[in-house]
């Protein structure tokens, strides 16, 4: 069973940065696809971006390309993701996931363990 803890979340202004951290254990890390997704109120989770498990590979949601970037740390089973140029559009709770003998993933279903979420809110 692999555990995922969020972190780094918060509140900030429309043009600003934050980190998520996603600390993992009880699992091989660096054989799982690690994602991040969002669900902001009354709407669906969406897709975010993911990185292959040697970190080789990343795809992004059209809405985040050029602002978020994933990447992950396998000597600390951490995977992170950089976020610039935030807007109040990107507010929502940011979820990570791992899905096992996955390359990429860009599926919410295709992830077996997930972790309880962070609060990221921008103001206008």
């Known amino acids: 069973q692999v555990q995922l803890v969020e972190s780094g979340g918060g509140l900030v202004q429309a043009g600003g940065s934050l980190r998520l951290s996603c600390a993992a254990s009880?699992?091989?890390?660096?054989?799982?696809?690690m994602g991040w997704f969002r669900q902001a109120p009354g709407k669906e989770r969406q897709f975010v971006a993911t990185?292959?498990?040697?970190?080789?590979?990343?795809n992004y949601a059209t809405s985040v390309k050029g602002r978020f970037t994933v990447s992950r740390d396998n000597a600390k089973n951490t995977v992170y993701l950089q976020m610039n140029s935030l807007r109040p559009e990107d507010t929502a709770n940011y979820y990570c996931?791992?899905?096992?003998?996955?390359?990429?993933?860009?599926?919410?279903?295709?992830?077996?363990?997930w972790g309880q979420g962070t609060q990221v809110t921008v103001s206008s």
């Open positions: 996931a791992a899905a096992p003998g996955r390359i990429i993933e860009t599926v919410s279903m295709s992830y077996a363990f």
């Open positions: 990185i292959s498990p040697t970190g080789d590979f990343t």
């Open positions: 009880g699992g091989t890390f660096d054989d799982y696809a």
